[in-house]
């Protein structure tokens, strides 16, 4: 390449933009963010209020995809949702906990910021993919106006720059035509075509942690690598954090670095991706994968998880079985040496039943005085060394 001066910029190829140095190095040793005994309930007129979640932990490190994982109503997409502070109040009501995000600004804890503070990180160091596309874009707006929206709100760059980066964004998740579509409203897009715009929304700022909730649920199975490839590539150049919400056990296995498991508003387990699939302690997780069909076995009916959650030699399979340590199960009736401690869990803890590995069990008499460390895992699976090559 040649050394002389040029009066003009070579044009930029379609994510210079999009994967190009923040203004500072992130410290990799330090999570992005923490979700700290976080409980969110909900008004249900003159009955109870609905505990949606209850006391939730977990961590996301720069440069690593935590996933989240769950049947619908677990409680992953509120806990996504209070991180932006986009749940509605009232209804809603953060009960106790927090969530602490580390920005270029400090520390703080998101449930406690003011509108105009939580708006500031909104769409620049916070970013979210909302699973419903349908519903989360303005029908009366066009994509363009509703994609520079943010880039100029969070952005110290012209209209002109800002089209651009929007144009490089739309490029870049596979939008055919980008300029020519800045120009359509949303019914004039496929139900992929939208969930392509919500992820180019949500990437043109450059956040620091993306909250991707479904994000390819309406792509096909080649955007959807794509999508993922790029994302995987922002993680790498941008030092950006992934929470990712997922059904899809393939796409856990082959893109999350660890793997929060979730059910009725609670982690009932917490690993890294290999410790998940080779060693499941809890039920429901073992419920889970023994639910998939496998590609080479041959079966007339598959495993539901109600028929391994409703064995209870199953529940006697953790370490410390033997002096009373139980996996957490609120359709099952606790053990009869339950010894409630006077915290706000109650009858929960989330232990650590070996190192780096986390199940949420009851507590009984032989976990009663057992405060064990946060679910905090730094791991990240390009960073080992001994991690398959094939994932």
């Not at 073992?286 to 030699?313: C, Q, W, Y």
């Not at 359709?331 to 009869?336: E, G, L, S, T, V």
Request: charged share 25%; with cysteine; aromatic share 6%.
């Amino acid at each position: 390449m040649s050394d002389a001066p040029t009066t003009t910029a070579p044009p930029a190829s379609k994510t210079d933009r999009m994967t190009a140095p923040g203004p500072g190095k992130v410290n990799e040793s330090v999570p992005l963010m923490q979700v700290n005994d976080l409980a969110v309930s909900f008004d249900n007129g003159k009955g109870p209020r609905i505990q949606a979640v209850d006391g939730v932990r977990m961590t996301v490190y720069p440069r690593q995809t935590l996933a989240v994982v769950g049947e619908s109503g677990c409680g992953k997409s509120v806990t996504a949702m209070s991180s932006m502070q986009l749940v509605p109040r009232p209804p809603g009501r953060f009960d106790r906990g927090g969530i602490t995000f580390r920005s270029n600004d400090g520390e703080v804890d998101l449930t406690k910021l003011s509108e105009p503070e939580i708006r500031a990180l909104r769409g620049s160091d916070l970013a979210m993919i909302f699973q419903e596309p349908m519903t989360s874009l303005n029908p009366v707006y066009t994509i363009g106006d509703q994609i520079l929206e943010a880039i100029l709100l969070h952005q110290n760059v012209t209209s002109a720059e800002a089209a651009e980066i929007a144009v490089e964004a739309m490029n870049a998740v596979g939008i055919p035509a980008p300029r020519q579509r800045l120009k359509a409203y949303p019914h004039q897009f496929s139900g992929g075509m939208r969930q392509r715009v919500m992820i180019a929304m949500a990437l043109a700022c450059q956040p620091r942690l993306l909250l991707a909730d479904e994000p390819t649920t309406a792509l096909d199975v080649t955007i959807q690598a794509q999508i993922l490839e790029l994302l995987n590539e922002l993680q790498n150049t941008r030092q950006m954090g992934i929470m990712l919400i997922t059904h899809d056990l393939g796409v856990v296995a082959e893109n999350a670095d660890v793997i929060c498991v979730m059910y009725a508003g609670r982690v009932v387990e917490y690993a890294n991706v290999f410790e998940i699939f080779d060693n499941p302690m809890h039920p429901y997780t073992r419920g889970l994968f023994a639910s998939i069909p496998k590609m080479h076995t041959r079966k007339d009916r598959l495993v539901t998880i109600t028929e391994v959650t409703d064995n209870p030699a199953e529940f006697k399979k953790l370490p410390g079985a033997e002096e009373g340590v139980t996996p957490w199960w609120p359709w099952n009736d606790p053990p009869k040496d339950l010894k409630a401690k006077p915290i706000p869990a109650g009858d929960y803890a989330l232990l650590e039943v070996k190192p780096d590995h986390w199940v949420g069990v009851w507590r009984t008499e032989a976990v009663s005085e057992r405060e064990d460390r946060f679910p905090d895992l730094r791991y990240r699976v390009h960073d080992d060394p001994n991690a398959p090559q094939t994932h």
